[in-house]
């Protein structure tokens, strides 16, 4: 736990898009103690009552975000869009030269800088194209292979980039086999797997497909290009239940 922890605050230092953002979320501290010097006592007092409903909100937000999320990557994506949406709304109480300044420096960060993917694969393979279409079509690999594909630039990859190794650990055995192709390097095998990477009809990455040998049996989201409707938030309970990974573990454990 401590070393998780640790490993996590290193991260936060050494990751340009984290350490960037919250230099700029705490550098209102600065200016506000140096704006207080020449605004009037009437201002400041306003804007303090401002300040304080400002972080009684962003607080409950942030608890509430807690304990909704599932992954770190996306509490902290979330708390730094509330962070930011509060330190414009505050800029504007003191200047709104101050709240521009803001907007353009996250606009350059966010140009300069993305939210970093989980590295750890837990017991999943990372797979070429090639090497995943081998082991579908290989009689002697595991029987069912349930496969993410995901791209690094996808801010929705990222925030679930840590549910998927932890659904490996849990569920992989030697009937069910976990892989990941990364589409941003094999972008060419998007359409072979009927996947859009512009996220057109409703499809966005990332798209997990399950296959029984080199047969597709079932895929998250589901590839309907009527519908307008976007998919629930990815959890390990949600692809759990839609990909019955429960009963899969329970026939290889029962030997079926």
Request: aromatic share 12%; net charge negative.
């Amino acid at each position: 736990m401590i070393r998780n922890r640790l490993q996590w605050l290193n991260t936060m230092v050494s990751e340009p898009f984290y350490l960037l953002h919250f230099l700029t979320l705490f550098s209102y501290l600065p200016i506000r103690v140096s704006a207080s010097v020449v605004l009037s006592p009437e201002i400041n007092y306003r804007l303090l009552r401002r300040e304080v409903q400002a972080v009684l909100a962003f607080s409950l937000l942030t608890v509430i975000q807690m304990v909704r999320e599932e992954t770190w990557e996306s509490f902290i994506a979330d708390t730094l869009l509330f962070g930011k949406v509060f330190l414009f709304v505050l800029a504007l109480f003191v200047d709104y030269h101050l709240a521009l300044w803001y907007i353009m420096v996250y606009l350059v960060i966010s140009i300069m800088t993305q939210q970093p993917v989980i590295q750890e694969l837990g017991t999943a393979n990372a797979l070429t194209p090639l090497q995943l279409e081998t082991s579908l079509t290989e009689g002697d690999t595991s029987r069912f292979w349930l496969v993410e594909f995901r791209a690094s630039y996808s801010s929705a990859c990222v925030r679930t980039s840590r549910i998927f190794p932890e659904l490996s650990i849990t569920y992989s055995n030697k009937d069910l086999s976990f892989g990941i192709v990364d589409l941003g390097l094999f972008p060419n095998a998007a359409e072979k797997y009927g996947i859009s990477l512009a996220g057109a009809g409703g499809i966005a990455l990332p798209t997990f497909i399950l296959f029984e040998g080199n047969v597709e049996v079932a895929r998250f989201p589901v590839a309907d290009f009527d519908s307008k409707v976007s998919h629930p938030p990815i959890t390990k309970k949600l692809l759990c239940r839609h990909f019955e990974l429960d009963r899969h573990l329970l026939d290889y454990v029962n030997g079926k």
